[in-house]
């Protein structure tokens, strides 16, 4: 009974995720590997390079099923707790582009130089999570999946703020050259 009570606060901890995590930032690296073996990885390929590197990860996101995922790590007699880490992983894999996105531009911001504002998104996507979490799993209908949801919503309002500046670079960048 305790050995099964465990592997639910597991799954509740989300333990499972970096299972995903690290199928993602090992396919990431290797585009990046790629673009810097095969020279392509310079300043003027850069947007070209993030858009295939997302268009690879989204496939990687259409992959992924949450049950058979489950199945790895969960005896198939546990069906509560597969059944919890199905609900998790459906949020969570739903949403997975989000922080697929987050790294592409983590990446893209370093590689044109401007760290900081990788810096700023990561603050973005932790404080939104950390804030939502607790106000979300304080409403009692919305319980543990409010913390479950505020993860790809911190993920995407990083990726929002990305974009925005990456828009905003890029017209006074095109502004400057007229």
Known sequence: ?????????LIRNGIYTS?????????????????GINE???????PDNVKSGMKIYMLYC????????????VNAFKTNIINIGVHYLRIEGAFYIG????FMLYGYYRAVNS?????????ISLGTRVILA???SGISFIGVT????????GWFLADFTGIIIYLYDARVKRSKKI
């Not at 995590?21 to 790629?34: E, F, H």
């Not at 259409?62 to 790590?73: D, G, T, V």
């Not at 409010?146 to 919503?153: E, M, N, R, S, Y």
């Open 134 to 136: 607790y106000v979300l």
């Open 115 to 123: 760290p900081m504002v990788s810096v700023i998104l990561t603050v």
């Open 1 to 9: 009974m305790a050995f099964g009570k465990r592997r639910e606060d």
């Open 146 to 153: 409010g913390i479950w949801a505020a993860i790809p919503i």
């Open 62 to 73: 259409l992959a992924c099923f949450a049950r058979p995922l489950m199945a790895i790590f």
């Open 40 to 46: 392509i990885f310079n300043i003027m390929n850069v």
């Open 19 to 35: 299972f995903v995590t690290i199928a993602t930032l090992t396919g990431i690296l290797m585009l990046i590997s790629y673009c």
């Open 99 to 102: 922080i697929g996105i987050l």
